[in-house]
């Protein structure tokens, strides 16, 4: 049970690494250039005991994969969940909202090892989040002004900081590249039914007397009404997966819209009447945040009320690997290039 307790993630900078190590020098060899892209990928883990890459060659197609990020435990199980996927072929991450300096600095690591056609997988929630914004950064869509001289594309992401929620206050530049891009399309809601799996087992691990428990699944949630309600559908197909393992008093799905403040305070107000309804009842509510890592802000607006969680969102879990493995075999399929993730 948590009685209030706070699970507030503090937010801090990640630091990628410079990319002055990472460009070609005279005499260095491919396999060198793939030995130290697995050193950077891994540079403030242990030893990894993975081979590196071993089927590189030039013009390769590679993986752009996009996240949030935040904490340094977040931006960790992002990497973490892309690990696997390094064993059989080029990836980086770009962590931000659509951030078109993370994205320059990832595409010019995976350039820098012969990288020339690149699937853009987008690791958020919603495949509605930065759509239109992500397709002009990469010169999909017109839009983007040309990259400013002066820009920094060092990796930095300025803490992930949580105004990139609004376009306006962000700047919109087309990457310099040499490469093609395909762009996946879905999110994670997108395959609810392997989400609704994660979410089943993080219940199950909770779940004590289902009678008397009650499950509330919390999403971030969008500003408009009717992008919320298609969050609303997807969620309640995850909510079905878990109504199929337990028969638990009650599951409700919520989403929070936090980053709105007129629609969240009638959100917040429906979150903690269910909440102490079922404390009232005689039982307890199971918090679970439909998030990709972590609390988020659940336990500041739950302070004071008695509830059961144990903090984590879909990451990590092996099927958020699968997930992104999935999305970037559609995009290579779609432009008929080779997959080296069938091999």
Do not use: C
């Not at 399309?185 to 219940?203: K, N, Q, S, T």
């Amino acid at each position: 049970m948590n009685n209030g307790k706070k699970m507030k993630l503090k937010r801090s900078l990640y630091v990628l690494p410079l990319l002055a190590p990472f460009l070609l020098h005279a005499g260095q060899g491919v396999g060198d250039l793939k030995n130290r892209a697995d050193e950077l990928f891994y540079q403030d883990q242990p030893a990894a005991a993975e081979k590196p890459l071993d089927n590189f060659k030039e013009g390769a197609v590679g993986i752009l994969l996009m996240a949030h990020g935040g904490s340094p435990q977040w931006d960790q199980a992002v990497r973490e969940a892309a690990r696997p996927l390094r064993q059989k072929v080029p990836i980086d991450i770009a962590y931000g909202m659509a951030d078109p300096a993370t994205i320059q600095a990832a595409i010019l690591k995976l350039e820098s090892l012969g990288v020339r056609k690149v699937a853009v997988v987008r690791l958020f929630i919603s495949g509605d989040s930065f759509k239109e914004r992500t397709e002009k950064i990469l010169g999909l869509k017109p839009g983007a002004t040309a990259k400013p001289k002066d820009s920094d594309v060092s990796g930095h992401d300025e803490g992930h900081d949580h105004q990139g929620h609004d376009p306006d206050k962000m700047p919109l530049w087309r990457v310099e590249t040499k490469s093609s891009f395909v762009m996946s399309e879905e999110g994670l809601m997108d395959d609810p039914w392997r989400m609704g799996e994660i979410v089943a087992d993080r219940v199950a691990g909770l779940a004590k007397n289902p009678s008397l428990e009650s499950v509330i699944l919390i999403g971030h949630g969008p500003a408009g009404d009717e992008e919320n309600a298609k969050w609303l559908r997807q969620m309640t197909i995850v909510a079905n997966q878990i109504r199929s393992t337990r028969h638990f008093r009650n599951v409700r799905v919520e989403t929070l819209r936090e980053d709105w403040p007129e629609q969240r305070k009638s959100a917040e107000e429906r979150i903690q009447r269910f909440v102490n309804e079922a404390r009232d009842s005689g039982g307890i509510a199971i918090v679970v945040p439909f998030r990709l890592f972590g609390f988020g802000p659940y336990a500041q607006v739950l302070e004071g009320i008695e509830y059961r969680a144990d903090g984590k969102g879909l990451l990590p879990d092996p099927r958020i690997t699968k997930w992104i493995e999935n999305q970037a075999g559609k995009s290579f399929a779609e432009k008929n290039w080779d997959n080296p993730l069938t091999r």
